[in-house]
């Protein structure tokens, strides 16, 4: 049932305590606490805003009216409470899911039933097929449930001290010269394994073009030859100060010689020293990429995981 709304900083603090112990010691939490209230603003916002909501509404045209999308905080248990809210997969009206933003306490796996029927009491006129919840437990924590993205980081600071190929370097990306060289490497990956298209996506022209006018988008060079892009944007996201990856790519005459880790050290040592963590989301389902990121010192500190909500 609809519970009163807490304040930015009660999310802040709840969303702190659910976080994976490993990242308490990166930032201070005071600093963190402040950057999690301006993040869980957006929260309250979409819980109150009908303007907003109403915009929502005429752009997913579903045929539900611009209440139904705000934002619902629910008592779920009598020790817990969620904040709720109604997304869709991609913006595709067809694919509509329950997303939980907050939560009063870290989930547990006995907190899914009553979870997914608050879900449905909230939400179930959209007809969603999955919830989507955060957890700073290993993949696999939750019983019936299936990964979406992991998240993997560390301070750049601890990053920057692997060994690296003499053959393997990165220079500041120019210009799109080799976006469509992007396109086809991951073609060729999707090529060969299906189930990667499901589970990244190469990066845009506009997000490369805002990669490269902020200096963090890099050309990757083996033997001479441009071999892939490694590129971030700085932003906030778990409450830590951070360079969050926005392309990782191996050309595929560049795969198979263990150059992945590499990337991650290259991009840390390239990129400015100011105490930020070098974070990226990855399938947990994709192993290569999991165990390229593991094997250059980042290390996961939680994800999402899809609960079932129909048959």
């Known amino acids: 049932m609809p519970a009163s709304l807490p304040t930015a900083a009660d999310l802040a603090t709840f969303s702190l305590t659910a976080q994976h112990p490993l990242t308490r010691g990166w930032v201070d939490d005071a600093a963190r606490l402040a950057l999690l209230e301006e993040e869980h603003a957006f929260d309250l916002q979409l819980a109150t805003d009908l303007d907003l909501a109403a915009r929502r509404a005429e752009f997913l045209n579903v045929g539900q009216p611009a209440g139904a999308f705000l934002n619902r905080w629910v008592t779920v248990l009598p020790d817990l409470r969620a904040m709720l809210s109604i997304r869709f997969e991609g913006l595709d009206p067809e694919k509509p899911f329950v997303d939980v933003s907050v939560t009063s306490r870290p989930l547990m796996p006995d907190d899914l039933p009553a979870l997914r029927e608050a879900a449905l009491d909230m939400y179930g006129a959209f007809r969603p097929g999955r919830l989507r919840v955060w ?40 210009d799109l ?43 990757v060079l083996w033997k001479g030859e441009w071999s892939g892009y490694a590129g971030t944007l700085p932003e906030t996201q778990l409450g830590l100060p951070a360079q969050v990856v926005q392309e990782l790519l191996l050309a595929p005459h560049a795969r198979g010689h263990g150059l992945g880790p590499h990337l991650s050290t290259l991009l840390a040592r390239a990129l400015p020293d100011d105490g930020r ?35």
């Open 277 to 311: 963590v070098l974070l990226g989301t990855i399938h947990g389902e994709n192993r290569g990429a999991r165990q390229a990121a593991l094997a250059a010192g980042r290390r996961d500190i939680g994800g999402w995981s899809w609960v079932p909500l129909s048959p």
């Open 135 to 174: 957890s700073a437990a290993q993949v696999g924590a939750f019983p019936g449930t299936w990964p979406d993205r992991r998240v993997l980081a560390a301070p750049l600071a601890e990053l920057r001290g692997h060994e690296v190929p003499g053959e393997l370097s990165l220079r500041p990306t120019a």
């Open 177 to 219: 010269a080799h976006h469509a060289g992007a396109v086809a490497a991951y073609a060729a990956v999707d090529g060969q394994h299906p189930e990667h298209a499901g589970q990244a996506r190469v990066i845009d022209d506009d997000d490369l073009q805002a990669c490269i006018q902020a200096g963090t988008m890099f050309d």
